[in-house]
């Protein structure tokens, strides 16, 4: 019996958790670029440069915390090297503003 309750928690919590991952592209891609972070930046200043609108701000912001393992608050530091997690749709920005 107690064996069939771990199997059902943890199913549940696989459950409950799933659905997060697969709402928010930035965590299912396996492409990221490398952030030097610069004396003032936060994640939410970083995710509002890379993303595309306000949903997707939000998204990246939650993925750089997850994707980096910081912390509760998500305190980085000036010359701290983090992961931002890159879609098609960031590529295609990028190149327009390059032009």
């Given at each position: ?8 928690l943890i ?20 492409d990221f670029?490398i952030v ?64």
């Amino acid at each position: 019996m107690e064996r069939m309750m771990g199997l059902l928690l943890i199913v549940l919590l696989v459950a409950w958790v799933s659905p997060l991952n697969l709402s928010n592209e930035y965590l299912r891609t396996d492409d990221f670029d490398i952030v030097t972070v610069k004396s003032g930046e936060n994640v939410w200043s970083i995710a509002e440069r890379y993303a595309v609108d306000d949903k997707s701000v939000r998204d990246l912001a939650t993925a750089i915390h997850e994707i980096n393992a910081l912390d509760n608050d998500a305190r980085i530091e000036a010359g701290q090297k983090i992961k931002v997690p890159m879609t098609d749709i960031m590529y295609s920005k990028a190149k327009f503003a390059q032009k």
